[in-house]
């Protein structure tokens, strides 16, 4: 299953709402219900964080600001207000089929 | 505390063989999938491999697939990828990472070692 990703670059005001889409190659929608679509956070020169799983998601401690939405193959991260510590490359990711596939990335910066 | 630490990144020439191991601790290690993933310089996460729970199942990414082999030792909370035939194209940081929810489930990695780097250069 192909991920792609946009925009690949992303600059945002601090305060400023952020959107990033993904769409994949086939439906991660499985028949329990479940989209098999995770996103991602890497902030420069740390390891992955998950930010949500199962497509909308919230993971443990990660700040109500951001949320997933979509099914099928249209997904969407949302930033209400981008701050400072947002900084950072985001990827999908999608584990309904091997080989598990990541998109190819999409970097934010503040302006 | 989960805890995923990863060992075993050296430089190595073409065609040579490495074994990367990655200690787990904080969390039931036989309960939950384990997966490989690694990032070349300056590029983005390229899923490698996954172990099942039970080890029952595994699988690969096309580009590793033959050469490379994941494993785990629930005895010593272990997981391994053994690298064969390496090429430089296999150049990355590599880490390993915790599957969110116990059984067959594969996504929802919340929990990140801070990678090994593997050189592979002549």
């Known amino acids: 299953i192909v991920m792609t990703q946009s925009p690949l670059s992303l600059p945002v005001t601090p305060g400023e709402p952020a959107s990033i889409s993904c769409r994949s190659s086939?439906?991660?929608?499985?028949?329990?219900?479940?989209?098999?679509l995770d996103w991602y956070l890497q902030r420069p020169g740390q390891s992955p964080q998950v930010l949500i799983f199962?497509?909308?998601d919230r993971a443990s401690g990660v700040p109500d600001r951001f949320s997933g939405s979509g099914s099928g193959t249209d997904f969407t991260l949302k930033i209400s207000r981008v701050e400072a510590e947002d900084v950072g490359v985001y990827y999908c990711?999608?584990?309904?089929?091997?080989?598990?596939?990541f998109g190819q990335g999409t970097k934010l910066e503040i302006k | 505390e989960v805890q995923l630490v990863e060992s075993g990144g050296v430089v190595v020439q073409p065609g040579e063989s490495l074994r990367l191991s990655c200690a787990a601790s904080?969390?039931?290690?036989?309960?939950?999938?384990m997966h490989w993933v690694r990032q070349a310089p300056g590029k983005g996460l390229e899923w490698v491999s996954l172990?099942?729970?039970?080890?029952?199942?595994?699988y690969y990414a096309d580009s590793v697939k033959g050469r490379f082999t994941i494993s785990k030792d629930i005895s010593k909370n272990s997981l391994y990828l053994q690298m064969d035939s390496l090429r430089p194209e296999d150049t990355a940081l590599y880490y390993c990472?915790?599957?969110?929810?116990?059984?067959?489930?594969?996504?929802?990695?919340?929990?990140w070692g801070q990678g090994t780097l593997v050189t592979v250069s002549s």
């Open positions: 990472a915790k599957a969110g929810e116990v059984g067959y489930s594969f996504g929802n990695l919340d929990s």
């Open positions: 904080g969390f039931t290690f036989e309960y939950f999938a």
């Open positions: 172990i099942s729970w039970d080890a029952a199942y595994t």
């Open positions: 086939q439906s991660l929608l499985h028949s329990n219900g479940f989209n098999y």
């Open positions: 199962m497509g909308s």
């Open positions: 990711m999608q584990s309904l089929q091997t080989p598990t596939t």
